[in-house]
């Protein structure tokens, strides 16, 4: 075979050189646009912005809609060193993760703005999996990396399913360090210790399967509980905004007044739960869950149906306020702070990957951790690695892999 030989540029004249210069700007071209496109990991790509982050003024950045009316301006942080401080954890139901952060209509905020930066680098994982269900197993394992027997156990009363193995916020307790859980529709609002629900709906939308801190002994003394099981209006204060008394209605801001006030008091370890309808697991409009047409979901046109008759969508709703109300909040920005936003599980039955992401100055941008993750054993590990409380490892979580994956700091 003949070889080939291609002219150098120097041989050829001004007026051939100049197809071929054009050809190679093109080329080059294509490959750098291929690249950028595939520089994030599977799940969701944002074409030119790097995974650390870039600094943005307010002023370049504008401001985009809520899905709640307010709006929100980005303040996406470049690479910064320290340490995670403070976590905050927001707990929302039972959804696929390939049902969620794939551009779901029902997940407008979720997948428009959230996975965009809209609150600060933010790192997700496409194979977070706890292969457990109902809700309760999912959320003692989040104390104690495994279940303690409760596996396909929704309905198990504190006084009868006493805990007494080692946990994460026992671990917590014993270093000194603070943590608080905040409960929506917290019944006795702080002033009792509500262990048991009846079986009834008279605590609805509340549900104490969402409280596992319910559930260990030693969190059960009156005590230990009333100081750290708390109506949800106080996360306000110690976010730094005006003191609220109550509860703010349902459907509106999460903290009626949005005034800074303080520097915040929040503790190390923020335990946020929704209630209910916020969380996506019942319908408002369904009594079965407390619900009532009175409790509709505001019509919404970001939503299938303007938002009625969808959990997903007051999931999503619940997110496009709670989220900016935590990132933009003093406490948030003074504490070298990462916020969890985390499904307790798959759909019902479902042995799939939820959702987990982390919003945090400290988080690899627009990042995808491809990771296969040991649920919850990963989540305590990773807690206990960030409060520096390791010895002993909680049940699962010295086998299981950190989330070290998703910051651009160590963990401890």
Same mark, same amino acid.
């Given at each position: 075979?003949?070889?080939?030989?291609?002219?150098?540029?120097?041989?050829?004249?001004?007026?051939?050189?100049?197809?071929?210069?054009?050809?190679?700007?093109?080329?080059?071209?294509?490959?750098?646009?291929?690249?950028?496109?595939?520089?994030?990991?599977?799940?969701?790509?944002?074409? #030119? +912005?790097?995974?650390? &982050?870039?600094?943005? /003024?307010?002023?370049?950045?504008?401001?985009? %809609?809520? *899905?709640?009316?307010?709006?929100?301006?980005?303040?996406?942080?470049?690479?910064?060193?320290?340490?995670?401080?403070?976590?905050?954890?927001?707990?929302?139901?039972?959804?696929?993760?390939?049902?969620?952060?794939?551009?779901?209509?029902?997940?407008?905020?979720?997948?428009?703005?959230?996975?965009?930066?809209?609150?600060?680098?933010?790192?997700?994982?496409?194979?977070?999996?706890?292969?457990?269900?109902?809700?309760?197993?999912?959320?003692?394992?989040?104390?104690?990396?495994?279940?303690?027997?409760?596996?396909?156990?929704?309905?198990?009363?504190?006084?009868?399913?006493?805990?007494?193995?080692?946990?994460?916020?026992?671990?917590?307790?014993?270093?000194?360090?603070?943590?608080?859980?905040? #409960? +929506?529709?917290?019944? &006795?609002?702080?002033? /009792?210790?509500?262990?048991?629900?009846?079986? %009834?709906? *008279?605590?609805?939308?509340?549900?104490?399967?969402?409280?596992?801190?319910?559930?260990?002994?030693?969190?059960?003394?009156?005590?230990?509980?009333?100081?750290?099981?708390?109506?949800?209006?106080?996360?306000?204060?110690?976010?730094?905004?005006?003191?609220?008394?109550?509860?703010?209605?349902?459907?509106?801001?999460?903290?009626?007044?949005?005034?800074?006030?303080?520097?915040?008091?929040?503790?190390?370890?923020?335990?946020?739960?929704?209630?209910?309808?916020?969380?996506?697991?019942?319908?408002?409009?369904?009594?079965?869950?407390?619900?009532?047409?009175?409790?509709?979901?505001?019509?919404?046109?970001?939503?299938?149906?303007?938002?009625?008759?969808?959990?997903?969508?007051?999931?999503?709703?619940?997110?496009?306020?709670?989220?900016?109300?935590?990132?933009?909040?003093?406490?948030?920005?003074?504490?070298?702070?990462?916020?969890?936003?985390?499904?307790?599980?798959?759909?019902?039955?479902?042995?799939?990957?939820?959702?987990?992401?982390?919003?945090?100055?400290?988080?690899?941008?627009?990042?995808?951790?491809?990771?296969?993750?040991?649920?919850?054993?990963?989540?305590?590990?990773?807690?206990?690695?960030?409060?520096?409380?390791?010895?002993?490892?909680?049940?699962?979580?010295?086998?299981?892999?950190?989330?070290?994956?998703?910051?651009?700091?160590?963990?401890?």
């Amino acid at each position: 075979m003949k070889k080939l030989s291609l002219p150098s540029l120097s041989s050829l004249s001004s007026s051939n050189r100049k197809p071929l210069l054009i050809f190679a700007v093109l080329v080059f071209a294509v490959l750098g646009a291929y690249a950028l496109s595939h520089s994030h990991a599977a799940g969701f790509s944002v074409s #030119g +912005e790097p995974e650390t &982050g870039a600094v943005v /003024s307010p002023a370049a950045t504008g401001s985009d %809609t809520l *899905a709640s009316g307010g709006s929100y301006v980005q303040f996406k942080q470049a690479t910064v060193a320290g340490k995670i401080k403070t976590v905050f954890v927001v707990n929302v139901e039972n959804r696929n993760w390939s049902d969620v952060g794939f551009g779901s209509p029902e997940w407008p905020y979720l997948n428009k703005q959230l996975l965009k930066g809209s609150a600060g680098n933010i790192a997700w994982a496409t194979n977070f999996n706890t292969g457990l269900h109902p809700s309760l197993p999912n959320y003692i394992s989040m104390e104690a990396a495994n279940p303690e027997g409760l596996n396909g156990n929704g309905d198990a009363m504190p006084d009868n399913y006493p805990i007494t193995a080692p946990h994460l916020t026992q671990s917590l307790n014993n270093a000194g360090l603070s943590w608080r859980y905040f #409960g +929506e529709n917290l019944p &006795g609002q702080g002033t /009792s210790c509500f262990m048991n629900d009846g079986g %009834t709906n *008279a605590r609805k939308p509340y549900s104490l399967d969402h409280n596992p801190f319910a559930y260990f002994t030693d969190i059960q003394v009156t005590s230990t509980c009333l100081a750290h099981i708390r109506p949800f209006q106080e996360v306000c204060a110690a976010l730094g905004y005006t003191a609220q008394s109550s509860q703010s209605a349902q459907w509106s801001a999460p903290c009626s007044n949005m005034t800074a006030a303080s520097a915040g008091t929040p503790s190390r370890y923020n335990f946020i739960v929704p209630n209910d309808w916020d969380q996506g697991e019942h319908l408002s409009t369904d009594p079965a869950g407390g619900g009532s047409a009175a409790m509709a979901m505001p019509s919404n046109s970001a939503y299938p149906n303007n938002g009625q008759g969808c959990g997903a969508c007051q999931s999503d709703f619940y997110l496009s306020q709670i989220v900016p109300t935590i990132v933009n909040s003093p406490a948030y920005k003074n504490g070298s702070s990462a916020l969890f936003v985390m499904f307790d599980e798959a759909d019902e039955g479902s042995v799939a990957p939820s959702g987990m992401m982390v919003v945090s100055p400290f988080a690899k941008n627009m990042y995808a951790s491809p990771i296969a993750y040991q649920g919850w054993g990963s989540y305590v590990r990773s807690m206990q690695e960030i409060f520096g409380v390791t010895t002993p490892w909680i049940g699962n979580a010295g086998a299981s892999t950190d989330f070290s994956d998703f910051f651009t700091v160590p963990l401890q």
